[in-house]
């Protein structure tokens, strides 16, 4: 059998094997308290995880367009992040997420007069994500279920070692994906930008 990505039935039998439990053969029917804690906690460590944004949870460009009537912007129940960055950025606005809907921090206001394009992260199903954020997110969840279950230090260490194992696998996929550099970001490109500056002020 060949074999495939980690399913949400997966993670929650690893999460039970974690504290001695058997597996179950469905997350629908007939539904334990331990089935059912260890699916409370995968979703939660799903939406902790990707609210940090990430490449495969990030669009860019993405246009917000106020609601012709009311003149406010809604979004979707999965967006946790909306920023307008770079040649987006604006000045007189500060966006914020309140409720379904964007507020203008700055001029104290949920209206606006123009479409803007921001940076959206979004909250995933656990299989759109990509293998590495699965494997993470299951194996922190067993931790965290764990740890709440049982209490024990020794299996808490152990599976710490293995979580700090995944989160690095993970970040590594982010950096291999993305494309990272230096020179994306300029807060950090102008500290060795620092000497053409000098050049520049005194010339």
């Given at each position: ?156 260490m152990f599976s710490l070692r293995d979580e700090q194992a995944a989160f ?36």
């Open positions: 059998m060949a074999l495939s990505r980690t399913t949400e039935l997966d993670a929650v039998n690893i999460m039970l094997s974690n504290i001695g439990e058997a597996p179950v053969n469905s997350l629908t029917t007939n539904v334990t308290a331990d089935v059912s804690m260890a699916k409370n906690i995968l979703n939660e460590v799903s939406r902790e995880v990707q609210s940090a944004g990430w490449h495969f949870n990030t669009d860019l460009e993405v246009p917000l367009i106020p609601d012709a009537t009311s003149k406010e912007i809604s979004i979707t129940t999965n967006t946790v992040r909306v920023d307008l960055e770079g040649e987006n950025e604006k000045s007189d606005i500060d966006l914020v997420i309140r409720g379904e809907k964007l507020y203008d921090r700055k001029n104290r206001t949920y209206l606006f007069d123009e479409t803007l394009k921001g940076t959206v992260v979004y909250l995933m199903e656990f299989t759109d994500l990509p293998e590495t954020a699965r494997r993470y997110i299951m194996i922190r969840s067993a931790r965290i279920y764990q740890d709440r279950l049982l209490g024990s230090e020794k299996h808490h690095m696998a993970l970040r590594e996929y982010e950096m291999d994906t993305a494309d990272y550099s230096i020179f994306d970001n300029y807060s950090v490109y102008r500290v060795i930008d620092r000497g053409d500056v000098v050049k520049r002020i005194t010339s």
